[in-house]
């Protein structure tokens, strides 16, 4: 038996992406920018971090050579390893939507083969129509925002109104995404939810991707700020997925941070919540060590992407990543025979870019454990190899979509 631990370092791209001209980001790579950066000092900032980056577990298990297949250059000024001793490659994404249900699904095996609905960039986000739906049924006097927008902006242009007026702050992305800013306390967490549900059931006809609650506290603009209760209202994936998969052989998928919202909750037996991405790491920890033979640990490190990508903050996504690989060790002090892990992610975000938005990229493959020899993987057609890979890893039957390197 074996058991199966999967990482996703949310927005960690790697550049190259080959359809990457149609979405504007030709040239966008979230770690080769990172370390030019800090390469050349800008990704210094006192008090947190300085000079090159430098992610000694992650380059040897592989990320720089992974970095290379993808783009064709090593990322600038990050130190080789002696040896690599990681499986690792790159992977590109079919699907075509760069958000995270797209590029999580697909990691889980099911690439989305449809188009989501967006929401128009120009004039009003949404229609009259949709909003005096929401109001009526959720009885609000109105909503704010209506527009594309990034999310801490928003609530210090409009966090005041809103207290004052008791309307939610609504607002969107590039992606297929209907967000709602509110107030824990003056609005209320809990109605906070309550309207997200109802926005939910109204937006399913028109193929919107995730419902996305964003509470904040504070009280003026300098001090609004969201909190760790972000949550995730998707669809439902429109296949049986590696989740399900497990499940059906009568194992069990833990889900870490805010996987299990992603999936709606389809093929997820425990889920355990974290806000943070040391938070994340702790119980990621502990799910392995919970973890029974034939189990899948899925956890995603959502605080690359929601702090630092889309607050396009280079010093701070580099910070974030030089922890997360300080405590690789402890991930592999937890590996038991037979076991695998993987590091990947779900789209790019690349910090020095221009907007707030995700990036269209190729993501790097990086995987290990006792029985997993190094190797170079290549670069994937699809995100799907890497389900196929757990699948043939926990001796689960094939899916339709992607081949497994092992
Ligand atoms: O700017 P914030 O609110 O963090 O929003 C971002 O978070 C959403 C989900 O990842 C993205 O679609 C983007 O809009
Ligand atoms: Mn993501
Ligand atoms: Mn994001």
């Not at 493959?365 to 757990?390: H, K, N, Q, Y």
């Amino acid at each position: 038996m074996a058991r199966a631990f999967l990482f996703v370092m949310d927005s960690f791209g790697i550049g190259g992406a080959p359809d990457a001209a149609n979405y504007g980001d030709l040239g966008a790579n979230t770690l080769g920018h990172i370390a030019e950066f800090c390469a050349s000092g800008a990704g210094d900032r006192a008090d947190l971090r300085e000079g090159p980056l430098k992610l000694p577990n992650m380059s040897a298990l592989g990320l720089l050579e992974a970095a290379r297949l993808a783009t064709g250059s090593y990322p600038p000024g990050m130190p080789k390893p002696e040896r690599v001793f990681g499986l690792h490659g790159a992977a590109s994404e079919t699907s075509r939507g760069k958000d995270t249900p797209s590029g999580h699904w697909e990691i889980a095996g099911t690439p989305v083969d449809f188009d989501w609905g967006y929401f128009p960039r120009e004039g009003d986000a949404f229609s009259p129509e949709l909003v005096a739906a929401i109001c009526e049924e959720a009885r609000l006097p109105g909503i704010l925002g209506n527009c594309h927008a990034s999310g801490t902006d928003i609530i210090a242009r409009l966090g005041e109104e809103h207290i004052r007026t008791g309307k939610p702050i609504c607002y969107t992305s590039s992606d297929s995404v209907f967000q709602i800013a509110a107030h824990e306390t003056h609005f209320g967490l809990e109605r906070l939810i309550e309207l997200c549900q109802i926005v939910r059931r109204l937006l399913d006809p028109l193929n919107i991707g995730r419902v996305i609650a964003r509470p904040f506290v504070g009280e003026t603009p300098a001090t609004f700020e969201r909190t760790g209760n972000r949550r995730d209202f998707s669809v439902t994936p429109p296949e049986a997925t590696l989740l399900d998969r497990v499940i059906a052989s009568g194992h069990q998928v833990h889900a870490v941070g805010k996987v299990g919202d992603i999936f709606a909750h389809k093929g997820v037996s425990r889920v355990i919540k974290a806000s943070g991405n040391a938070a994340i790491m702790e119980a990621s920890l502990k799910a392995m060590e919970e973890a029974a033979q034939g189990d899948l640990v899925f956890s995603n490190f959502v605080d690359f992407d929601m702090n630092f990508g889309h607050r396009r903050d280079v010093p701070g996504y580099a910070a974030a990543l030089e922890s997360f690989d300080r405590r690789l060790p402890e991930v592999h002090r937890r590996m038991r025979p037979g076991d695998i892990c993987l590091l990947t992610a779900d789209h790019g975000c690349d910090p020095t870019w221009r907007g707030s938005d995700h990036t269209r990229e190729r993501v790097p493959i990086m995987a290990f454990g006792p029985g997993i020899r190094a190797r170079l993987i290549g670069v994937r057609s699809s995100f799907a190899d890497i389900a196929e890979t757990m699948a043939q890893h926990l001796g689960l039957p094939a899916g339709p979509h992607g081949r497994s390197f092992l």
